[in-house]
């Protein structure tokens, strides 16, 4: 399996901004699915943003739409999210993964079965 590796986690103000990134080694060049998941303390893993890979169609949960972005920098094989307008609800462990786009996707889907290379996470806080 390929490489993940997160960072940009840590503590963060109520109505603040941050931005995690996700390095993915040379090995994952066949998982064009990249996504955002995060999980909670007591809570399920939940998908919140995904992006193709070198595709750059994107898609969001609603509970972060149009305060979260992903995005990609292809030669430096990194995906970002930038989060905007933090809530103490958005704590969580955040994980990057990554798998693979079939052509009848019609964005990166948050199914956690169809990522099978996973990151460590990167702990984000919330407080007010």
């Known amino acids: 399996q390929g490489q993940l590796v997160e960072s940009g986690g840590g503590s963060v103000q109520v109505g603040g901004s941050r931005r995690l990134s996700c390095a993915r080694s040379?090995?994952?060049?066949?998982?064009?699915?990249m996504a955002w998941f995060r999980q909670a303390p007591g809570k399920q893993r939940e998908g919140v943003a995904s992006?193709?890979?070198?595709?750059?169609?994107?898609s969001y949960a609603g509970s972060v739409k149009g305060r979260f972005a992903i995005s990609q920098e292809y030669a430096e094989s990194t995906v970002y999210l930038q989060m905007n307008n933090l809530k103490a609800e958005d704590t969580a462990t955040y994980y990057c993964?990554?798998?693979?786009?079939?052509?009848?996707?019609?964005?990166?889907?948050?199914?956690?079965?169809?990522?099978?290379?996973w990151g460590q996470g990167t702990q984000v806080t919330v407080s007010s």
């Open positions: 992006i193709v890979f070198n595709g750059g169609r994107t």
């Open positions: 040379a090995s994952l060049d066949g998982r064009r699915c």
């Open positions: 993964a990554a798998g693979s786009y079939y052509s009848d996707d019609i964005a990166c889907p948050f199914t956690r079965g169809r990522y099978d290379s």
